[in-house]
């Protein structure tokens, strides 16, 4: 858990505070363009501070995707959660970060606490091989049964490709 001071005070948010206030570890990453506080959490931290999430008013997920940091290193999954309610003109919104090794991609899923997860956790998997514990329907959505591989990681080889040279 990150302590207070003034240099974390710029990037801790309202929900930053209020998880150091309950215990839950995090990582504050600051702010995105559009004022969204950003946290980064662990694997293992996931399932209890989702469901802490959700008891503090984020009912909707909004979106759930994946990317490969770099080719070799870390992979990352991202949650967009957004807490609505009646006569909100500006919902509260947070982007979470889980960064997991390329080798164990291992997260729990969230399909239990916001439904919506289910096809978007399944793309994460079939693209980049994050393996989402729990998930009750983990199989690949885009991609064919028999393909081999992860096609959006950074170090993907496409399997039959030949590159074309400019003949100039």
Request: hydrophobic content about 35%; overall charge negative; aromatic content about 16%.
């Amino acid at each position: 858990m990150i302590q207070d001071s003034k240099s974390n005070n710029r990037i801790q948010g309202r929900l930053s505070i209020w998880l150091i206030k309950h215990g839950l570890t995090h990582r504050p990453l600051g702010f995105d363009y559009q004022g969204v506080e950003t946290l980064q959490i662990r694997s293992q931290d996931w399932p209890s501070l989702a469901v802490s999430l959700y008891i503090y008013g984020f009912n909707y997920l909004r979106s759930q995707c994946a990317y490969d940091v770099e080719p070799g290193g870390l992979l990352a999954s991202v949650y967009h959660l957004t807490k609505i309610y009646d006569n909100a003109d500006q919902p509260e919104e947070v982007c979470i970060k889980i960064f997991v090794s390329r080798k164990n991609p291992i997260i729990p899923s969230i399909f239990w606490i916001w439904k919506s997860a289910d096809f978007q956790e399944r793309e994460s998997y079939d693209m980049f091989g994050i393996i989402y514990e729990s998930h009750p329907y983990l199989k690949r959505i885009l991609m064919p049964d028999s393909w081999i591989g992860w096609p959006l990681r950074k170090d993907y080889i496409v399997p039959n490709f030949y590159e074309l040279q400019d003949a100039y």
